[in-house]
């Protein structure tokens, strides 16, 4: 499924990774797009019909499958 997501607050973590540019990586409390050089760390977002959330916020009732891609 795809969404058009706003991003609201974001930072960046450089890091060393194996992971795809784009990959989606989630945690119970984080939310984390693979880019080059390190990852992409969500903070706060808004999906279409939603509020503004945390990451940690939308995490609560929300999965990401492995393979999710952020394009």
């Known amino acids: 499924?795809?969404?058009?997501?706003?991003i609201y607050e974001s930072e960046f973590e450089e890091q060393s990774h194996d992971s795809l540019t784009g990959t989606i990586v989630a945690t119970k409390?984080?939310?984390?797009v693979a880019a080059?050089?390190?990852f992409i760390i969500l903070k706060a977002l808004q999906f279409p019909g939603k509020k503004k959330?945390?990451?940690?916020?939308?995490?609560n009732g929300m999965q990401f499958s492995e393979n999710a891609i952020a394009l």
Request: without cysteine; aromatic residues 4%; neutral net charge.
């Open 53 to 59: 959330m945390t990451a940690s916020e939308l995490l």
């Open 36 to 38: 080059v050089g390190g």
């Open 1 to 6: 499924q795809e969404w058009n997501v706003k």
């Open 29 to 32: 409390k984080e939310i984390r």
